[in-house]
């Protein structure tokens, strides 16, 4: 069994079938259709990263992780968005920001060192 676990929020189902599928492989994924069922999510499971897309019709994704970083400080967060707006991005909330639609090996690349930092900030 996976045992690092990644929490993905988009409220376009098919965003999130299609990431379970790429990395269904290599962790323990946990799909979200909203922020809402994000927030559940967190007190159920032990998750390490989460991925949040910034918009979504509860609350924005930026919103989300704030609350997420309040909440559970040593979980990774990583904002996805289709615009190009830096103004959404309080850079203390997240670790980074990525463009959506995403590139597979960029999204590799990206859960392989927030799962180091993970590693990293829980010693």
Do not use: W
Not at 8 to 27: A, C, I, P, Q, R
Not at 29 to 43: V, W, Y
């Amino acid at each position: 069994m996976n045992t690092k676990t990644i929490l993905y929020v988009d409220d376009e189902m098919e965003n999130l079938t299609s990431f379970k599928y790429l990395f269904k492989k290599n962790f323990k994924i946990i799909l979200a259709n909203s922020a809402s069922e994000g927030l559940q999510a967190l007190k159920e499971e032990d998750i390490q990263v989460v991925i949040s897309d910034q918009r979504m019709p509860d609350m924005s994704g930026m919103e989300f992780l704030e609350l997420v970083s309040n909440e559970h400080p040593n979980i990774i967060r990583i904002l996805l968005t289709g615009y190009n707006d830096p103004s959404i991005v309080n850079l203390d909330k997240i670790y980074k920001c990525m463009s959506k639609p995403f590139e597979m090996s960029e999204m590799k690349v990206t859960l392989a060192e927030a799962l180091n930092s993970y590693e990293a900030r829980n010693k």
